[in-house]
């Protein structure tokens, strides 16, 4: 099947650096992709959706300045999480959606993000 | 290796019939477990999850589900399905602890027949 690779898995930063995630679907074509931040035993809420080529579409209450999505090809997309704060600690997910199909979705496996 | 597998992809029940989705995992630690729906155009939404105690768990919408620790197993449940439960579901595992990990299903796609 499609595999959506997400890179880092962890990582820890100082208050104030910047953090960039990648989301790569590696054996397809998505012009859709989604970020999605997760609080300990909590649901999925999703940030954003991204579209190949084009501005991201951010939620209601999600910082565009501060989380700043870039899905500049097919295969990419990355999230910078910028100046980040000990409340930015969470744990991220992407997903992708294959081109030409407006159903099936594809996950990557997260990036834990802890901000000292 | 960390897995979960949702053996059909599509399953198809008249409104009114009762569901099971299947949902299996290989996860090395405690697991927390989750069940998605994504409606078409819509993002994801938590349908019920299960962290510890009570094995049989009630969701939204009517939904249940089980956790089997002897077979790896969360299905979900619906004693009566309607129209508007079609969508797409995903079933998820995460670890016990700090999350490092969260791994999906690969969705099993429900029609309903009038």
């Known amino acids: 099947g499609a595999v959506v690779s997400q890179h880092p898995s962890w990582v820890i930063c100082k208050s104030g650096t910047s953090v960039k995630i990648e989301c790569r679907s590696l054996?397809?074509?998505?012009?859709?992709m989604f970020w999605y931040r997760q609080f300990p035993k909590q649901s999925l809420m999703l940030m954003a959706t991204?579209?190949?080529?084009?501005?991201?579409?951010?939620e209601q209450g999600v910082e565009k300045d501060k989380f700043l999505i870039n899905h500049a090809s097919l295969t990419l997309s990355t999230l910078t999480v910028t100046s980040a704060h000990p409340e930015d600690s969470s744990f991220y997910i992407c997903?992708?959606?294959?081109?030409?199909?407006?159903?099936?979705?594809?996950f990557g496996s997260g990036t834990q993000l802890s901000v000292l | 290796a960390q897995s979960v597998t949702q053996p059909d992809i599509h399953i198809t029940v008249s409104e009114g019939a009762s569901l099971e989705l299947r949902c299996n995992y290989s996860?090395?630690?405690?697991?927390?477990l989750f069940w998605y729906v994504q409606s078409p155009g819509q993002g994801l939404q938590l349908l019920l999850k299960y962290f510890s105690g009570d094995t049989l768990v009630q969701g939204i919408k009517g939904f249940e589900a089980e956790f089997k620790r002897s077979q790896s197993s969360f299905n979900l449940r619906k004693p009566s399905v309607h129209w508007s439960d079609a969508a797409e579901y995903f079933c998820?595992?995460?670890?016990?602890?700090?999350?490092?990990?969260?791994?999906f299903g690969s969705g099993t796609k429900l029609n309903v027949k009038p």
């Open positions: 997903s992708a959606r294959q081109a030409r199909s407006n159903e099936k979705l594809f």
């Open positions: 991204s579209n190949e080529g084009s501005k991201a579409t951010y």
């Open positions: 054996d397809f074509q998505a012009t859709t």
């Open positions: 998820a595992v995460g670890a016990s602890s700090g999350f490092n990990k969260f791994y």
């Open positions: 996860y090395g630690a405690t697991p927390y």
